[in-house]
């Protein structure tokens, strides 16, 4: 640490330059993870809130929810400590000055899914919705009534609730029972009732008549939600994922998780190649010191403590400045840039560079050990 | 009994194979005691280097033994050369052997780092007053002059207690002035230290300052003259104010 802190003391320029590029890769890795986090929370955020262990889907949905579609009363094959059926689409909501796409859940306001608001009340009247805080943002309020696309209804807000993003749309909670009359298509559905068929293309018979009589449409919801453990049986005709793999599953989460770590990935790479480059050159303009202080009898071992001591401290400098502009910037980016920041996750990445730019610097030591100081001395 | 600190027998080394074979140092022996301070001259290419390298630890003899404070040090890996070099040898080099980015206090406290035993605080005094640089320890090397810096450069090699000190040249880059203040301040250094001193140079005038002079012509050592060590320092200083120094330049 004494070579390695004196030598920054006096060269105060160049090492500056090696902490400026650290820096900016930090600067860049912190940012890229806080839109990571971001953009995975603006997908996954619903889900977290719900703080359920699995899901249960149709199996010939391939892990969508949207082409999920199962009778409600399936709920009750379910073995859970505690379930929730849980009805989605996506739509487009106007209150006359502002829209936005939205997405839909129909549950049951006594199952655990059913969001606590931070502001308002919770629905109770038909056509009541609890929508996502972020909607505030975009100029909807408590008591708004909301025009739908595909659909004749009119919901009306009666309160927000934080942390209901879903797959990167805002989410209106409403009713289950109310749900049915508001899914695209419910009118057409209205419309066929009376003249439902069975899968095999014959009139269906139901408890309250004959075919050819009018019927009622059952219940539908895309997905079973449940707390406990893994389930020993599933019903037959449907799927159990755990929640992260239900997440992992949502339309380009995975792509988009995947693209940005492998940018941080890289650029870790490119922070070690740089590191490494950059005190290689300063280790080689040094190789006539290095060489006399070995011929002095200072130990190889020494003079690499002293390259890592010093790459440790660029790196920890450039890191934590890094960070700091990270955090700061973050305080000035409009709310419509989706970056959350994971300090946990931030701290890891941070680790990880001071270890890649040490990594870097082994190139460094590796030309110290092979310096020989008869040659250093010689010429 | 003398005690040589320095003792190489039979040493020979030789470069290359065949016909690109080249004998840099044919059979040599050299004893070198405890103050002793000798001079080996020699045109370039003659094997005074090559000498002074063996005798350091820096490479291996081809033929023959070499001792430093008793050790053997031909039979030892590159490590542990390194540590004998560490406890027992100090090097004073043409282009100074100072790290640029350390002032010279700190140049005195790397040692401190690396290795125990060096001079205490006293002693670090009284030789940084002998060699006139008490003045100069907050300054890094580019801000000294040629001499300052050799002067630097002695109290470095000095300062870890060597009982070997090997100067390659270390007069090369100063002007005859200054040539021979830093001479008159090595020899009177590795007096007062008791260190054996060998000073590879290829100015004859500065031989005038030490016990023993060494000529060495194509690898083969001759001696070629031997005198009292200290009445020379005086008769040295003597003969270079005749040849026309003066008092400032010593």
Redesign the interface.
């Known amino acids: 640490m004494f070579l390695a802190w004196r030598e920054i003391r006096q060269s105060k320029l160049r090492f500056a330059l090696v902490t400026a590029v650290l820096l900016l890769v930090s600067y860049l890795v912190f940012f890229l993870s806080g839109l990571a986090s971001g953009l995975a929370g603006l997908n996954r955020e619903a889900v977290d809130k719900w703080q359920a262990d699995g899901i249960y889907l149709t199996d010939e949905s391939d892990k969508s929810l949207t082409q999920s579609m199962m009778e409600v009363d399936l709920a009750d094959d379910v073995v859970a400590d505690e379930t929730a059926v849980l009805a989605q689409t996506n739509l487009i909501a106007d209150n006359g000055d502002a829209k936005s796409g939205v997405a839909l859940f129909g549950i049951r306001p006594d199952e655990f899914i059913m969001p606590e608001p931070t502001e308002g009340d919770e629905f109770s009247d038909e056509f009541e919705v609890i929508a996502s805080d972020s909607l505030k943002e975009e100029g909807f309020s408590v008591g708004d009534e909301l025009d739908l696309s595909g659909s004749e209804v009119t919901l009306t807000i009666t309160g927000f609730t934080d942390d209901a993003r879903f797959n990167a749309a805002p989410v209106l909670y409403m009713n289950l029972e109310d749900f049915e009359k508001v899914r695209p298509g419910a009118a057409a559905m209205a419309q066929q009732e009376g003249s439902a068929e069975n899968p095999d293309g014959q009139p269906a018979e139901t408890d309250q008549g004959l075919p050819g009589e009018t019927v009622e449409q059952p219940e539908m919801v895309n997905a079973i939600v449940v707390k406990g453990s893994q389930p020993d049986e599933v019903p037959d005709d449907l799927e159990y994922l755990e929640s992260e793999t239900f997440i992992e599953n949502l339309p380009g989460y995975t792509e988009q998780n995947l693209t940005l770590t492998f940018m941080i990935y890289f650029l870790f790479a490119i922070s070690a190649a740089v590191v490494a480059i950059f005190l290689y050159v300063l280790t080689v303009q040094k190789i006539s010191m290095f060489g006399v202080m070995k011929a002095q009898g200072i130990s190889s071992a020494y003079l690499s403590r002293s390259v890592i001591a010093q790459t440790f401290i660029l790196a920890v400098i450039g890191v934590l400045i890094g960070f700091g502009l990270t955090v700061l910037t973050g305080q000035f980016l409009p709310a419509a840039v989706p970056v959350s920041f994971d300090y946990g996750m931030m701290a890891i990445y941070g680790a990880v560079l001071i270890a890649v730019a040490i990594l870097g610097a082994l190139v460094s030591v590796w030309t110290i050990v092979k310096i020989d100081p008869l040659e250093a001395i010689s010429g | 009994m003398t005690e040589h600190v320095l003792q190489m027998e039979d040493v020979t080394k030789t470069f290359g194979s065949g016909r690109t074979e080249v004998r840099a140092l044919k059979k040599t022996s050299l004893d070198v005691s405890r103050g002793e301070v000798i001079a080996i001259i020699g045109p370039s290419g003659s094997g005074k280097?090559t000498l002074l390298?063996i005798a350091?630890g820096?490479?291996g003899p081809t033929e023959g033994e070499v001792r430093i404070a008793g050790e053997r040090i031909t039979e030892l890996g590159e490590?542990d050369r390194?540590?004998?070099?560490?406890?027992h040898?100090?090097?004073i080099?043409q282009s100074s052997?100072l790290?640029?980015?350390?002032t010279v206090s700190?140049q005195l406290?790397?040692l401190d780092?690396?290795?125990k035993g060096n001079m205490t605080k006293e002693e670090r005094k009284g030789l940084m007053e002998e060699l006139g640089i008490t003045k100069l320890t907050e300054k890094?090397p580019n801000d000294l002059s040629g001499g300052e810096r050799q002067r630097v450069a002695i109290a470095k090699a000095l300062y870890s207690n060597p009982s070997l000190l090997l100067a390659?040249e270390p007069t090369a880059s100063l002007d005859s002035d200054r040539a021979f203040e830093v001479m008159k301040l090595l020899k009177s250094a590795a007096v007062k230290k008791d260190a054996a001193t060998i000073v590879v140079t290829h100015d004859t005038r500065l031989t005038d300052y030490v016990d023993k002079v060494y000529k060495m012509v194509d690898g083969v050592l001759h001696l070629e003259t031997e005198k009292g060590g200290a009445a020379s320092l005086d008769e040295g200083r003597t003969d270079f104010l005749e040849k026309g120094g003066n008092e400032d330049g010593i």
């Open positions: 280097s390298t350091g820096l490479q490590k390194s540590k004998v070099r560490l406890e040898v100090g090097f080099l052997n790290v640029p980015f350390l700190d406290k790397l780092k690396v290795k890094y390659d």
